[in-house]
């Protein structure tokens, strides 16, 4: 069936460096692909968003690439900071509904 | 986000009860949808409404039910709940001629206890 999948549950980062968090996906039909980000007692938090006849968007401190020959998704943060520990969750989206990835928790070690 | 607000934050409640779970919006947006969220399973869209005389069922409908008072409500409902209905609930919503196409404002949820 179609689904949008993370490719670790766990990240753990140190302070500074850059992070790289991975989705793999099978709908190739899907029209987006977003990131949200979570943190612990909130609701999701938009991050980013890529067409999918895109292969990179940057925003402020992210990049998101898509690679559609393996169906692959990825999330850059430059610089990770405290305030970047979360849940990130991968989207795709098709007839304006989304649909979610498992998510994938980073920690920030200081 | 305080422009999407959900009531109660929290309940426990038993076996059979019929719960209701509101979800009021200030931003003004045309579409609204309700999200379950399990441990290790990410968010499930229940339903979704993309205008008041506009509902729609989700991945995961079977034994809820919706009800879209106004442009800004939209309450869930669990007719007779059962443990595995035990979740977060979350509410969100979204237009696409705003701001980011795709972007949808959630909620702070609800986190339901059926036992």
Redesign the interface.
């Known amino acids: 069936g179609e689904s949008v999948g993370l490719h670790l ?1 766990t990240l753990s980062v140190q302070e500074g460096d850059n992070s790289i968090i991975n989705c793999a996906y099978s709908n190739s039909a899907s029209d ?1 692909f ?1 990131w949200y980000k979570q943190e612990s ?6 991050i980013i ?1 890529i067409r999918s006849n895109m292969d990179k968007r940057q925003g402020q401190r992210v990049t998101v690439l898509l690679n559609k020959t393996v169906k692959h998704l990825s999330l850059q943060i430059a610089a990770t900071q405290p305030g970047d520990s979360a849940v990130y ?1 991968c989207a795709e ?1 098709s007839d ?8 994938t928790t980073v920690t920030v070690r200081a | 986000d305080a422009d999407v607000t959900q009531t109660p934050r929290n309940r426990i409640t038993k076996t059979g009860k019929r719960i209701m779970l509101e979800c009021s919006q200030t931003k003004g947006h045309d579409r609204m949808y309700w999200y379950r969220q399990d441990p290790g399973l990410g968010l499930r869209l229940i339903y979704y409404s993309f205008d008041v005389k506009d509902i729609n069922k989700g991945e995961i409908s079977d034994g809820y039910s919706v009800s879209r008072q106004a442009q800004a409500k939209f309450s869930l409902s669990l007719e007779s709940a059962i443990p595995n209905q035990t979740a977060l609930y979350f509410c969100a919503t979204s237009d696409p001629g705003q701001g980011y196409y795709n972007e949808q404002f959630f909620g702070p949820g609800t986190r339901l206890t059926v036992l």
């Open positions: 549950p987006y977003i007692g909130k609701g999701p938090q938009f968003d969750f989206t304006y509904k989304l649909s979610f990835g498992a998510g």
